[in-house]
């Protein structure tokens, strides 16, 4: 995180000298050039030490003070004395102040008791800012698999951790993006910096921008204090922009100049600051087909995607499904303190057919259903969804029906549906399975698919469009690079 310093000393000379030894890349030292006005200030705008002559304390000071801590980040409050005496010193301290120094010291001295103090207001900002870490830290081995096509995935992957390049996910919702980029961060030269993801498409436009770099005060009606953005408080980190193509283009325009230019400028600020970032980006659909559709700028989208990655989603690596099962139980039946050790093969099956729409995470929803609602140390078919549950037939312990061999086991859910809405699934579903499985067989070759399917290219293409289809996805899986 970047931190700032506001120096308001009256010696000239003692405040540039104090500017030039504090100042590093992790550190903003801010001097305000205009005294009306202020203690209003600096009581407004964000600060994490505050440098101040004793001369220019405003009164009554215990009053101010108050004022000032009563923000939930106030800043640490450092007066730098004229006089050495003992009992002005313990005076101020009993009023607030969180230290006082001598002006007379050498500056290397006020130095490193500033320094002794911004290292304190490090671990606390830390504390107040942000959310616990989750009890399980992603990791790279979380996306280790026996799917073909994941195996690809991840020999690209730890490429990318010792790197600051940009990186672009692709996947499907639920897929696990976030979990990646943590991943990602976590293993690399950034570790001991901050992960903040932020969903550029959970937020209304008005706000998304001050989100990511922040404001001044009375930059916008209701901007009452100053805020640090989200780049500001990632310094030294990674930010993780989730749902980027739903940032507008307008704000694309800033954001690309911050990655090209590393330095952020808030809102009704006329000051920019340089900010060390890493950015990961990611999208639920293929980004460039944004920048076809003119929604999305194609240089930010080049800045964005010097390296692009797309995660598999679950259903095209069933394979996965067991032991990704095996490692949920584990995890979550530890953290709900249930005495659930396993799955009984019937569960695995019906959970090995579904097609998982949610992926990873509507997986590890169900796992957390099922374990709670286990009455066994096995989780049960009966433990299951309806809808996951309902793909096999006979329940534990019931025989086959005489005619079960001859019957189309249908999802128990379809019987509440129109036999419209039935048949539209059930051939909607036919179509896409076909072609994966043509696009697998010829290695995402689109002309040898169009010929064995008996279309023209172009309507291959559109069916792709339709189910989400990437032709660069088999070409990987298919070990075909051309």
């Given at each position: 995180m970047l931190i700032r310093i506001t120096l308001v000393v009256q010696n000239s000379v003692v405040r540039k000298q104090l500017r030039q030894v504090l100042a590093r890349p992790d550190i903003l030292v801010q001097v305000p050039r205009v005294r009306k006005n202020m203690w209003e200030r600096i009581v407004h705008d964000p600060a994490d030490a505050l440098i101040i002559s004793r001369s220019l304390l405003p009164n009554p000071l215990k009053e101010k003070m108050d004022e000032l801590q009563d923000r939930p980040d106030s800043p640490a409050v450092v007066v730098l004395s004229d006089s050495p005496c003992p009992a002005i010193h313990a005076q101020l301290m009993a009023e607030g102040v969180d230290a006082v120094l001598f002006e007379g010291l050498a500056v290397e001295q006020v130095r490193d008791a500033i320094e002794a103090m911004l290292e304190k207001r490090r671990r606390l900002t830390q504390k107040s800012f942000f959310a616990p870490q989750p009890l399980a830290e992603p990791r790279l081995a979380d996306f280790v698999s026996k799917s073909s096509s994941m195996a690809v995935f991840m020999n690209v992957v730890p490429r990318l951790v010792r790197s600051d390049t940009a990186l672009l996910i692709e996947g499907e919702t639920g897929v696990g993006k976030e979990r990646l980029a943590c991943a990602i961060h976590a293993e690399g030269p950034r570790s001991k910096g901050r992960f903040i993801a932020l969903n550029c498409g959970a937020l209304p436009e008005h706000l998304l921008e001050s989100e990511l770099f922040g404001h001044v005060q009375g930059a916008f009606t209701g901007a009452t204090a100053a805020r640090r953005g989200w780049f500001?408080?990632?310094?030294?980190?990674?930010?993780?922009?989730?749902?980027?193509?739903?940032?507008?283009?307008?704000?694309?325009?800033?954001?690309?100049?911050?990655?090209?230019?590393?330095?952020?400028?808030?809102?009704?600020?006329?000051?920019?600051?340089?900010?060390?970032?890493?950015?990961?980006?990611?999208?639920?659909?293929?980004?460039?087909?944004?920048?076809?559709?003119?929604?999305?700028?194609?240089?930010?989208?080049?800045?964005?995607?010097?390296?692009?990655?797309?995660?598999?989603?679950?259903?095209?690596?069933?394979?996965?499904?067991?032991?990704?099962?095996?490692?949920?139980i584990a995890y979550l039946a530890r953290q709900m303190a249930r005495r659930v050790t396993g799955i009984d093969p019937q569960a695995m099956q019906a959970l090995c057919r579904y097609p998982w729409p949610g992926n990873v995470r509507e997986l590890n929803n169900v796992i957390e259903r099922a374990i709670l609602l286990c009455d066994n140390t096995e989780i049960a078919l009966d433990d299951l969804p309806e809808s996951i549950g309902g793909t096999i037939a006979a329940s534990p312990g019931a025989g086959p029906a005489p005619d079960a061999a001859h019957r189309l086991r249908i999802p128990e859910h379809w019987l509440a549906r129109p036999l419209g809405e039935v048949r539209e699934k059930f051939f909607s579903d036919l179509e896409r399975q076909y072609l994966e499985g043509l696009l697998i067989a010829t290695g995402g070759r689109i002309g040898e698919t169009a010929k064995r399917a008996g279309l023209r290219e172009h309507s291959i293409y559109e069916k792709m469009k339709k189910f989400g289809l990437r032709k660069e996805d088999y070409r990987a899986s298919h070990g075909d690079k051309a």
């Amino acid at each position: 995180m970047l931190i700032r310093i506001t120096l308001v000393v009256q010696n000239s000379v003692v405040r540039k000298q104090l500017r030039q030894v504090l100042a590093r890349p992790d550190i903003l030292v801010q001097v305000p050039r205009v005294r009306k006005n202020m203690w209003e200030r600096i009581v407004h705008d964000p600060a994490d030490a505050l440098i101040i002559s004793r001369s220019l304390l405003p009164n009554p000071l215990k009053e101010k003070m108050d004022e000032l801590q009563d923000r939930p980040d106030s800043p640490a409050v450092v007066v730098l004395s004229d006089s050495p005496c003992p009992a002005i010193h313990a005076q101020l301290m009993a009023e607030g102040v969180d230290a006082v120094l001598f002006e007379g010291l050498a500056v290397e001295q006020v130095r490193d008791a500033i320094e002794a103090m911004l290292e304190k207001r490090r671990r606390l900002t830390q504390k107040s800012f942000f959310a616990p870490q989750p009890l399980a830290e992603p990791r790279l081995a979380d996306f280790v698999s026996k799917s073909s096509s994941m195996a690809v995935f991840m020999n690209v992957v730890p490429r990318l951790v010792r790197s600051d390049t940009a990186l672009l996910i692709e996947g499907e919702t639920g897929v696990g993006k976030e979990r990646l980029a943590c991943a990602i961060h976590a293993e690399g030269p950034r570790s001991k910096g901050r992960f903040i993801a932020l969903n550029c498409g959970a937020l209304p436009e008005h706000l998304l921008e001050s989100e990511l770099f922040g404001h001044v005060q009375g930059a916008f009606t209701g901007a009452t204090a100053a805020r640090r953005g989200w780049f500001e408080i990632a310094h030294g980190g990674t930010l993780f922009l989730d749902e980027v193509g739903e940032i507008p283009v307008h704000l694309q325009v800033k954001l690309l100049r911050v990655l090209q230019e590393h330095e952020i400028q808030p809102i009704g600020s006329e000051k920019s600051f340089s900010v060390d970032v890493r950015v990961i980006a990611a999208s639920n659909r293929p980004l460039e087909d944004e920048v076809e559709a003119g929604r999305f700028r194609r240089d930010l989208y080049h800045r964005l995607s010097v390296v692009t990655v797309t995660i598999p989603p679950l259903r095209r690596r069933p394979e996965d499904v067991p032991t990704l099962v095996e490692r949920h139980i584990a995890y979550l039946a530890r953290q709900m303190a249930r005495r659930v050790t396993g799955i009984d093969p019937q569960a695995m099956q019906a959970l090995c057919r579904y097609p998982w729409p949610g992926n990873v995470r509507e997986l590890n929803n169900v796992i957390e259903r099922a374990i709670l609602l286990c009455d066994n140390t096995e989780i049960a078919l009966d433990d299951l969804p309806e809808s996951i549950g309902g793909t096999i037939a006979a329940s534990p312990g019931a025989g086959p029906a005489p005619d079960a061999a001859h019957r189309l086991r249908i999802p128990e859910h379809w019987l509440a549906r129109p036999l419209g809405e039935v048949r539209e699934k059930f051939f909607s579903d036919l179509e896409r399975q076909y072609l994966e499985g043509l696009l697998i067989a010829t290695g995402g070759r689109i002309g040898e698919t169009a010929k064995r399917a008996g279309l023209r290219e172009h309507s291959i293409y559109e069916k792709m469009k339709k189910f989400g289809l990437r032709k660069e996805d088999y070409r990987a899986s298919h070990g075909d690079k051309a």
